[in-house]
């Protein structure tokens, strides 16, 4: 079972990987997060995973847009907890240490451990699981990366410092996007877990038109946990809602919210129905 991702082999986005699909997928690494959808729609793989939104840095705004353009199903969600490393090839010491590679956002969550240990000078890549791939290769006597604890065993480097985070409650969301039609897939430990549905939508730039659209939702009780906006293509200053709420599309509550706010949009799309992640 191929799975498009967006990085390089030992990613965070791997361990969604196994976290979603288990040890029967194959990791399949693109460079962008488009190549990835793009793959997906040429068929080269059966399914993508795409991180959304992260606990501290906020939402992937690419992926949300990406989401619009293309159109595949969200079948299930999966929460990773992003646990930083520093990763040198084997011989070098953390003394010898001068300089840490990795994604800027990676760097900019660990900016304790740079404050604590002043000579270690952060350097920008793009991305962490390339940068331990880039020190393996490369060999620099000096040079350290931080990523995953995948990464440091998939390259067989060694791990100096572990959990060097600034903040433990740093999560990353993740969608699994499939072909058109899908189902979802409940996964093991989640049956239990409540309905999720992701929509987007956009309204006419009057008075009160969110407002009245959100009491499609509201009126019903139903729980909105998330909402997103994001600039509407040739229409400046007017802009799109994305929106998770806790229900199932095929549940009567939902169906009539969604018929009622179909009333009031000018666009509304139902990208997925899925289980909650733990």
Sequence with gaps: MRVAFQGELGAFSQQAIRQLLGARAEPVPYQRFDEVFAALRGKKVVAAVLPIENTLHGSVHENYDLLLRYDFEITAETSVRIVHNLIAPPGVTFERVRKAYSHPVALN???????????????????????????????????????????????????????????????????????PGSKPRTLRGEAKNPWKTSLVFSTKNIPGALFKALSALALRDLNLVKIESRPLRGKPWEYLFYLDLLGRSSDPVVQKALGHLEELADFLRVLGTYRAAS
């Design 109 to 179: 969550q660990c900016l304790d451990f740079f404050r604590r240990h002043k000579r270690v000078e952060r350097v920008t890549f793009y991305d962490t699981a390339g940068s331990v791939k880039m020190i393996m290769k490369e060999r620099p006597a000096d040079a350290a990366a931080i990523a995953s604890e995948l990464a440091a065993k998939i390259y067989g480097g060694k791990i100096l410092r572990r959990e060097i985070e600034d903040d433990r409650q740093n999560f990353t969301r993740f969608f699994l996007l499939e072909p």
